[in-house]
């Protein structure tokens, strides 16, 4: 059975965060900026609860921020995420969505790739634009 889940829409300068506990109910709704300092302290609180973030370029630099502070991180491909009617383009909704329906068990996540395969993958790519020159 999962439990508390946080949802988290990123941005650049911005993130939202939606907490819902064990039976699914809204525990928090809040606006924070996209710091890795303040989000740290905005979940320390969750630290053994799974966080769930689309795969974006921002969501995947805080995701691997976080993960290095031990967080439980789940990556989601945004354009996986079913279709709910009744929901809103907002961030307060995307936040909401993605812990509702990681919860729910309606999410993949994708594949999130250790820092050491990450940086084989940039010296492949790098060699590869060389021998393309």
Known sequence: MI????????HKHS??????????????????????SVLDSFLNDYKEHD???????SGKYLSKALMKLNYKIHLINPDKISAIDGFKK????DSYKLAYLYRINALKEIYIPSEEIENIRTLV???HSL???
Request: no cysteine; net charge negative; aromatic share 4%.
């Open 3 to 10: 439990d508390i889940v946080i949802g988290l829409d990123v």
């Open 15 to 36: 993130v939202y965060a939606t907490v819902l506990n064990d039976n699914g109910e809204l525990v928090i709704q809040r606006n924070t900026e996209n710091n890795i």
């Open 51 to 57: 966080i769930v973030i689309e795969s974006s370029t």
């Open 90 to 93: 907002t961030d307060r909704e």
């Open 125 to 127: 790519r790098y060699r």
């Open 131 to 133: 021998e393309r020159r």
